[in-house]
Nanobody, 127 residues
């Protein structure tokens, strides 16, 4: 069982930046793809960004491309999401997720591919 804990959410003005982090509660063995999703009030959970185990492959939703950057540190068992040029429509609860993968370059961008989820962290962008 992999337990994920997000941190770094908060309130920021439009145009500002936040950095989210997600740590596994215990050391995980095997290869895991990691991703970030978000859910705004009254909306379905949507994909934000994903990164392969190797870190060499990343994938972003069109709505965040060029503004958000996903990265990971396998030695520390963490994945991060740097969010720049934030907009009011980025307001949501952000979740990190992990999925075991066979190949180090695999990237998943659908929620159904992920087995493990964090509890979420609130990001609020004021306009």
């Amino acid at each position: 069982q992999v337990e994920l804990v997000e941190s770094g959410g908060g309130l920021v003005q439009a145009g500002g930046s936040l950095r989210l982090s997600c740590a596994a509660s215990k050391r995980t063995f095997g290869t895991y793809g990691k991703g970030w999703f978000r859910q705004a009030p009254g909306k379905e959970r949507e994909f934000v960004a994903a990164i392969s185990w190797s870190g060499g492959s990343t994938y972003y939703a069109d709505s965040v491309k060029g503004r958000f950057t996903i990265s990971r540190d396998n030695a520390k068992n963490t994945v991060s999401l740097q969010m720049n040029s934030l907009k009011a429509e980025d307001t949501a609860v952000y979740y990190c997720a992990a999925a075991p993968v066979l190949y180090s370059g695999t990237v998943y961008y659908t929620a159904g591919e992920y087995n493990y989820w964090g509890q979420g962290t609130q990001v609020t962008v004021s306009s």
